[in-house]
C-alpha cells in the first residue's frame, strides 16, 4: 500500500506547490503599485536609480580643484580589461626633493565593465562609480576621457 | 430577450430562402458564414495576442507594451502589418508542395473546429448531433499539418519539434477525450444544444459533485498539451529547438501558425466552457428567484464570450507560472498521472450518472 500512498500525496503536494506559484503570479497582475519599470524618456527629469547603479568612473574633486589620486597605480594592476592608464610625473618639494605625482588619469569607457575593481582597489578613494549612463557618443575616440581636472593637484595630506 | 442572435439569424435565413432559390440562399449563407469566420479568426488573432502579451507583462511586473497606440492597444495591428510585409521564404532543400500547404492544414482544421460551436443561444453554424465528437476528431488533425511542417523543413530542429508534438498530441487526447466523456456521461448526448440544455438548472461543474471538477483540471491540463503550449511547449520549444516546427517559416506563413495557434486555445477554451460552465447559460442559483431574473438580462453572447475568456486568462496564467516540462516528464504525467486518475474518475461520474447522485 506504501506505494499507492506516495502517488497520492505526490499528485496533492503537486497541485498545492503549483498553487503556490499561482497564487504569486496572480498577486503580481493584479498589483500593479508592484512594476518598477522606469518610464525612461518620458521620466528623464525625476528618474531615480538606484544607490548601487554603475555607470562610469569619475575622480571626485573638491571645491579648490584637489584630488586624492597619488598615482600609485593600483586601480590600473586591478583593472581585469585595460581600461585604465596612469601617467605620473615627478613634483619637486618645498624641501627639494622629487615626489611622484598624478599627471594624467587615462579611463578607457569603451572598454569598461563596470566590475568596480578599480574603486575597491583605490587605497586613498580618488575615484567613484557615478550614476551617468547616455554614454553614446557619434565617433569612439569621445569615449577615452582624462578623468582629473586640468589644473588640479593632490589635496595637502594625502600619501 | 429582444435583441439575441436567434432573431437575427433567423430572420436572415428566412429572408434568403424566401428572395432566391434554395441552392443560392444556401451558396449565400455559405459565403456570410465564411465571412464571419475569417473576421471572427482575425479580431480573436489581434486580442489574444494582445491580452498574452500584456497579462505576461504584468504576472512578470513588468508593463508590456504600451507606445503604439492608447496603452499599447495597436501593438498586434503594427505586428500585423509588419508579417504581412515580409517575405515568406522557402529554404532551398525543403520539400515544396508540403512546406507551403502544411501552415494551410493548421489554419483550415482551427477554421473546421469553429462549426459546432455555440456562441450565444441559437448562434451556431451547425449543430450536429455529433458535435463534441467532431470536435475531438477534428482537432487531432492539427497535428498532421505540425508532421508535415516538420518533416517538409528539412531541418532536425523542426523535426524533432515536430515529432515531439505527435507523442504530446497523441498522449493526451486520451485525458482530454475522457475529461469530455465525463460530461457526456451525465448528459447523455454529444449535440452541443442539449449538453448546453441539461446545464439550464446549474452548471455541470456546480452539479457533478467532485468527479467533474478533477475532469475539469484533468481537462485544462490536457487542453493546455494539445494546444502546444507552455508550460507543454514541445513543439517550439524555443530554449532547446530554436523554435521547433515553425523553424523554418517566415513572413505570413508563420504568421498563420501563430494564429492557429491562438485560435485553437479559443476554441478549446470555448468547448471548456461549453462542457463545464454551461455555455451561453447565465448563472443560476437554486430557486432565487430575483437573482436569477437579474442574470438573465446579460446577453447569452456575453456570457459564453466571459466564460471562454476566463478559461483563456487561466491557460495564460499557467503559461506564466509553470515551469517547462521535459519530454519524459510529459508523457510520466500523461500515462503515470492523468490517465489513470481519468479513468478512475470517469467510473465514478458513471456511478453518480446512474445512480441519479447529480443536481
Redesign the interface.
Known sequence: MGFIRKYITD?FSAVKS?LK??K???Y??TH?K????Q?YPDNKDTLVLPERFRGEVVMIHDENNEHACTGCTACELACPNATIKIITKFDITPEGKKKKALDTFVYHLELCTMCNLCIEACPTSAIKMAQTFEHSVFDRSQLTKKLNNPGSKIREGIE | MGFGFENITASIHNWLYNTFNPSIALLIEFILVAICIITLFSLLGLVLIMMERK?SA??????GPNRVGPKGMFQTVADTLKLIIKEGMTPDGADKFLFNLAPFIVMIVAMVLMAPIMFAKGFQIWDINIGILFFASVSSVSVIGILMAGWASNNKYSLLGAMRSGAQIVSYELSAGLAILTVIVLTGSLRISDIIESQQNGWWIFKGHIPVIIAFIIFLIAVTAETNRAPFDMAEAESELTAGFHTEYSGMKFALFFLAEYVNIFIVCAVGATLFLGGWMPLHIGNWQGFNHVMDYIPSSIWFFGKTFFLIFVIM??R???PRLRIDQLLNLEWK?LLP?SMVNLLLATVIAIAGWHF
Open positions: 499528485v503549483l506559484g499561482m504569486l503570479t496572480g503580481y497582475f500593479h508592484e512594476i518598477i519599470t518610464q | 497579462v504584468w504576472m512578470q511586473v513588468r508593463l496564467w499557467f506564466w507560472t509553470f498521472y486518475i
